[in-house]
């Protein structure tokens, strides 16, 4: 995930979110710890109707409060994998 800004700014986070989902809340699934993703990360925890949160920390309680799921490629393939192994372990 690429975040264009070079300074951590809300204001880009509301902007881009209001294209991305208009009035909805969303969850923002990053893949890793790293100086873009903590931009984001920064840019979005004051937001109300926002979270942004480490695909290896995702849980039940945060996909079913937020409308919509903001997720990176990268992203997908970490909750895809946790997702297989917490059903693997199930069976």
Avoid at 7 to 26: C, F, N, P
Avoid at 31 to 50: F, G, I, M
Avoid at 70 to 80: E, K, N, R, S, V
Wanted: glycine share 2%; net charge positive; charged share 25%.
């Amino acid at each position: 995930m690429s975040w264009p800004c070079r300074k951590i700014k809300t204001q880009l986070m509301v902007q881009a979110l209001d294209r991305l989902v208009g009035d909805a809340s969303a969850l923002i699934l990053l893949h890793e710890k790293n100086d873009e993703t903590q931009k984001v990360y920064l840019s979005t925890r004051n937001l109300p109707d926002a979270k942004a949160l480490m695909a290896s920390y995702i849980n039940i309680r945060d996909l079913m409060t937020f409308d919509r799921l903001i997720l990176p490629f990268t992203g997908a393939w970490i909750y895809w994998y946790r997702l297989l192994k917490i059903n693997w372990r199930a069976q």
